[in-house]
């Protein structure tokens, strides 16, 4: 019996502003049918494009009560999985691993996947979705999480939490691992996240901010500009309510209400009511 246990769909796979359509041409590769498993070297990529997703399954049989599955460990799979349900085999990391898939390159050609390791460490891990091939580096920290910088994922970005020995932090690093630049993220005064979400054109950061309200940022740090959001606290940049990227979803005071907050200082504006919040 299979179980997934993680999922990306993907929403553009080439540079932003661009997707790529599926093809009814006949001469075009075809798509794997439903229920069909087919080799990575049979993906279609000139059809690949949204609706797709990339998901990890495991051959672990499911348990009740909180036992655990009987017999040796198998390794998670990745699948590319078409909008039909047809489905392409990727790679199968080592067993035992908690490797979390995490994010999709916007090239659509890589999958990030982060590993928490017994040494309080972590592994950060690509897929080259071409070829199933595995790289990764190793981080000195159990509290980071990894993501691919915009547009196109040619560098990480690793979100810290905050511990009570040191304060959150943003770090951007190379494919490699090798540290680029650390961004100024504690005259937030935050004590939560950090919680960011980037352009889709990779030229600013959003961010949350414990003064009240999100932060934003240029690429490179500099550039910062106040969000306040009256009469909220820490706001989590949640997603982009437009397709040019001018207005955030932000949910403020631990996800009990969402807001709109124009990214060139406008007036926000509810999008739920402090009786109707979002959870709770």
Known sequence: ??????????????????????????????????????????????????????????????????????????????????????RYKITTLAAPTGARLVDWSGDGRRALFYDRRQDDSTDVIEVDLDTGTQSRFN????????????????????AKSSRIDSPPSLVRVDLSGNHQLTYPIEQFGSNMGP????????????????????????????????????????????????ADATIIVASCDYSRELWLVPVDGGAPTPATSPSCPVFG
């Open 1 to 86: 019996m299979v179980v997934a246990i993680g999922a990306l769909v993907l929403v553009a796979c080439t540079s932003a502003g661009s997707t790529v359509a599926t093809s009814s041409d006949p001469t075009v590769q075809p798509v794997a049918a439903h229920g069909d498993e087919a080799a990575i070297q049979d993906i279609p990529w000139a059809q690949v494009g949204p609706g797709w997703t990339l998901a990890m399954w495991n051959p672990a049989t499911p348990t009740r009560g909180g036992d655990e599955p009987t017999g040796e460990p198998a390794g998670d799979t990745l699948f590319l999985v078409s909008p039909g349900g047809g």
């Open 195 to 242: 919680d960011f979400l980037s352009t889709p054109d990779g030229t600013r950061l959003v961010l949350g901010a414990e003064t009240g309200g999100l932060a934003v940022m240029a690429n490179d740090g500099t550039g910062v500009k106040m969000l306040p959001v009256p009469g909220q606290k820490y706001c989590i940049p949640a997603r982009w309510w437009d």
């Open 139 to 158: 981080v000195k920290n159990s509290d980071v999480v990894p993501r691919y910088s915009r547009p196109e994922g040619k560098a990480v970005l690793l």
